[in-house]
């Protein structure tokens, strides 16, 4: 009855390395969400998924890539981290979509050196 | 487009007294409202939820938010501060079917005083 997982829950990598953050999640969801929160800017949406397949950007997503082959996964890719990517990334789902109550991962603190 | 302010970065209340978390947003469509809490460390949590029913929406833990569609505001209350609401809270506006113009205020650090 895990929820929504995310992990690594820490990641220290290098400027220009692929790196890939895992969102896995038990209610079969259909939407789901990546964000980032860095200080003084709240929350921001990254990229959505409203299905297998289907995935969208939201209000940041350059420099990020996403997938969703299964409902229950939501992986999120930093092909080549920059430092300005250094931030803790937050993956969320909701039954019906964005109006609807989301529920959210632990976090994934990523360092970028 | 769509913004949303929350008026105070940090508040700080005594244990016991009532607890004003200020929220106004613009948004060019009828939106719905949210109010999210972080503990430290860890995931944000849903407060209540505003998607144009009642007005005033009450949520969980005592918490409440008014939506006054005139001043264009969300203000979060709740009567008697408790130790345990110490948090991070964020305001959040989605106009109605735009999941991807979602957007967060910045947050309110909440302090409760002993």
New interface residues.
Partial sequence: DAGITQSPRYKITETGRQVTLMCHQTWSHS?MFW?RQDL??????IY?S?AADIT????VPDGYVVSRSKTENFPLTLESATRSQTSVY?C?SSHQ???D??Y????TRLTVL | AQSVTQLDSHVSVSEGTPVLLRCNYSSSYSP?LFW?VQHP??????LL?Y?SAATLVKGINGFEAEFKKSETSFHLTKPSAHMSDAAEY?CVV?P?????Q??????TQLTVLP
């Fill in positions: 939407y964000y003084g800017h709240g929350l921001r949406l959505y409203a969208d950007k939201g209000e937050f969320a979509g964005s109006e109550t989301q959210f991962g632990p976090g | 719905s999210y460390n860890k995931g944000l949590q849903l939820k998607t964020f989605i109605s079917g735009s999941a991807r979602l957007t967060f205020g910045s947050g």
